[in-house]
């Protein structure tokens, strides 16, 4: 599915290059579904995240390393 | 934030008192003297650095204790901490969600696969409520049958009978942050004081529980302020005090405070160990972007003896392995669960 919004901040990725934005999800998960803006339901664990969209689904799973 | 150093002569002055008051006698700084040690300048950091490890290696040893946390219960908090993403009361991107006992007993063995003595689980709210209570009466019974592993709470204000419920589930110490200086808690929260907090802290002390208390250092506090934060916390005595570095979020209230630079954060953790020779003094939250790889050695070389590994609550931290491995190349032995019992 094609990312259109930024995963941090929401916004549209074809107006900015959201560069800062990259750089913070090295150490924060993503909280806006990129296919719809939707803001997404997210869990963190010690070793790993989820972040579920109500109509794209769950976008990462848990124990994921990234 | 203006900021005044001392002059070199009295930097060294200021150190030799505080080295021996402090490693000799076991006498933490006072405010004052703590300011002193804030007040050093650039060129001094690594000798108030060097003592502060002097005195975590006397007074605690050289184990560090190893902890992960979890939020049980995640954003729609109704207060207004103005650096929390959690907060209801703010457009933080932060959505509400509640952790089920079988993620919840997933995390802790997450936890404990690190080689950790301590798992804290968390909860974003003002105070428990009976829901509340009776999930954690669940998850903690659940977690001592699944993991060896320490479990300590941090849920807000409490009550005496919740406090007494804690302490019947097996909750070995109980975490509530002071966060900033008395006189500088009104510019941060407004929907409770400084004051409820201690007074959770005073009942949390006098169940046996282990008080753990903290805060978070740049929130735009002066420089005395974090001096007066370390001597009241001094004055509480917390059996471990974990010291956040201000990482700021969107959609807070503190969004625009800058983070404060690496030289501050390390004077800052110097001279917290300077004012408590004996606590658990923990690596909190925000260490990476404000200290770095380089910065989180030389805290652990500067006083620090505990780590917050893996992720934090709403943000990430780094892999728990490239902590495990800094902790074996400093030849600093990870606390084992019956030595923290
Ligand atoms: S009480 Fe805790 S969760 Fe709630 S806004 Fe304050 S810091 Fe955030
Ligand atoms: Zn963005
Ligand atoms: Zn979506």
């Known amino acids: 599915m094609e990312a259109l919004w930024c995963d941090r901040c929401g916004e549209s990725l074809r107006e900015a290059d959201h560069f800062d934005c990259q750089v913070a999800r090295n150490l924060e998960p993503p909280r806006f579904c990129s296919s719809c803006r939707r803001r997404m339901v997210v869990q963190v ?9 109500s109509e794209h689904g769950v976008v990462d799973q848990l124990n994921n390393d990234e | 934030m203006t900021q005044t150093t001392q002059p070199q002569a009295d930097a060294a002055v200021i150190l030799q008192q505080a080295r021996e008051q402090v490693l000799d006698r076991g006498i933490g700084l006072s405010a004052d003297q703590v300011l002193q040690v804030l007040q050093l300048p650039d060129e001094s950091v690594a ?8 005195v975590r290696m006397k007074w605690c040893g050289p184990e560090v204790e190893v902890e992960g946390i979890v939020s049980i219960k995640t954003g729609g908090c109704p207060e207004d901490c103005h650096f929390c993403s959690q907060s209801g009361l703010f457009t933080s991107p932060v959505r509400s969600v509640w952790l089920n ?32 209570m009776s999930q954690m009466r669940e998850g903690v019974a ?27 589930m097996g909750v070995h110490r109980y975490n509530h942050n002071l966060e900033t200086a008395q ?12 004051d409820e907090r201690w007074e959770t802290l005073e009942m949390v002390r006098d169940s046996g529980m282990e008080v753990c208390c903290g805060g978070i250092v740049g929130m735009g506090e002066s420089v005395e302020q974090r001096a007066e934060f370390a001597g009241q916390l001094g004055a ?53 972007i ?16 505990a ?35």
Request: proline fraction near 6%.
């Open chain 2, 183 to 194: 006189s500088y808690f009104p510019n941060v929260v407004t929907t409770h004081t400084w």
């Open chain 2, 101 to 132: 006992i079988e993620e919840l007993v997933t995390a802790a063995k997450q936890t404990a696969a690190t080689g950790a003595s301590e798992f804290c689980i968390v909860a974003a709210v003002r105070g428990p409520d009976e829901n509340l």
């Open chain 2, 236 to 288: 509480l005595k917390p059996h471990e005090v974990p010291l956040n570095f201000f990482n700021p979020r969107p959609g807070t209230p503190f969004e625009e405070v800058p983070v404060m630079s690496s030289t501050e954060a390390l004077l800052s953790i110097a001279a917290f160990r300077l004012a408590m020779p004996t606590t658990v003094l923990r690596f909190a939250g925000g260490r990476e």
């Open chain 2, 142 to 168: 659940a977690i001592k049958e699944a993991v060896d592993i320490n479990v300590a709470a941090s849920l807000g204000i409490l009550t005496k009978e919740q406090v007494d419920d804690l302490v019947d």
């Open chain 2, 47 to 54: 000798d108030a650095l060097a003592l502060a490890h002097e």
């Open chain 2, 307 to 341: 780590v917050i590994v893996g992720n934090y609550l709403t943000t990430l931290g780094r892999p728990a392995d490239e902590d495990l491995e800094l902790l074996a190349d400093l030849k600093m032995p990870i606390k084992a669960v019956a030595d923290a019992l």
């Open chain 2, 290 to 305: 404000t200290l770095g790889e380089i910065g989180t050695r030389d805290g652990l070389l500067g006083g620090i003896n």
């Open chain 1, 45 to 53: 664990l010690p070793a790993g995240w989820s972040a579920r969209c």
